[in-house]
């Protein structure tokens, strides 16, 4: 799934996701799990604002990115049991 993500250039120049625009959503990036390469793409797991968990494919020859998986957050349990 294609989306727009607004990232922060470090001192390096290596570009950190921030935000994720998936449509008309905007979820805030609250801090990169993990962050991996492979020959042609670069590839952070990032916890959003929402509480879901993302996986962010970043071509950089292109400068595109896509959605390569997302995990929503489990609704807290009201039930309590005694």
Known sequence: MKIR???YAGYRGEETPRRIFIG???IEVK???DQWLS???RYFKVHGDDNA????RH??????WDLA???RAEAPS???SE
């Open 59 to 64: 071509d950089p020859e292109v400068e595109n």
């Open 53 to 56: 968990v993302y996986i962010l």
């Open 24 to 26: 008309n959503r905007k």
């Open 78 to 80: 009201n039930s309590t």
């Open 39 to 41: 020959p042609n793409h």
């Open 31 to 33: 801090d990169v799990q």
């Open 69 to 71: 998986f997302y995990n």
């Open 5 to 7: 993500v607004e990232c």
